[in-house]
């Protein structure tokens, strides 16, 4: 018996391109396909973010940076500071109703290293391309 088995496809359409003509040119008996199938969502455009995702990014851009206190699962809490988490800076602090996990899994920040209890994340070249396509977009 013959089983093709792959996962974590995300919506890449070479791949789904891919998977289909081997499908379609083999002798398979079964086809497993074990999640993560879509895409994850997209923000196109700065509007589809709260107002306090918008201000960590525009913030992030001008050189703050977001921090997250893991020593207690339940006490979890964002900030972001002026020139770096530890630095001095003013400080602004967000709760978890701000949902500011959201831009690290739509892949506008991603964390940068791990200190315990501080995780720390850096603005990534989607966010910033988003942010530049805002303020041209603006103009």
């Known amino acids: 018996m013959k089983f093709f088995c792959t996962a974590d496809i995300h919506g890449n359409m070479t791949i789904i391109k891919k998977i289909i003509k081997l499908v379609n040119n083999s002798e398979l008996d079964c086809l497993i ?3 993560d199938i879509t895409c994850k969502s ?5 509007e589809e973010l709260t107002n306090k995702q918008k201000e960590v990014l525009i ?4 050189g ?3 921090g997250l206190n893991t020593s207690s699962f339940s006490s979890r809490s964002w900030w972001i500071q002026e ?3 530890g630095k001095g800076g003013k400080v602004i602090n967000y709760d978890k109703r701000n949902n500011i996990s959201k831009l690290s899994s739509l892949e506008l920040i991603k964390d ?3 200190c315990f209890p501080t995780q720390t994340y850096y603005l990534t070249d989607k966010g910033k391309n988003l942010l530049t396509q805002i303020q041209k977009d603006e103009k």
């Open 42 to 46: 997209k923000v196109r455009t700065l």
């Open 33 to 35: 396909l074990a999640g």
């Open 112 to 114: 940068e290293g791990f």
């Open 83 to 85: 020139g770096g988490c």
């Open 64 to 66: 703050w940076q977001l």
């Open 59 to 62: 913030l992030m851009n001008s």
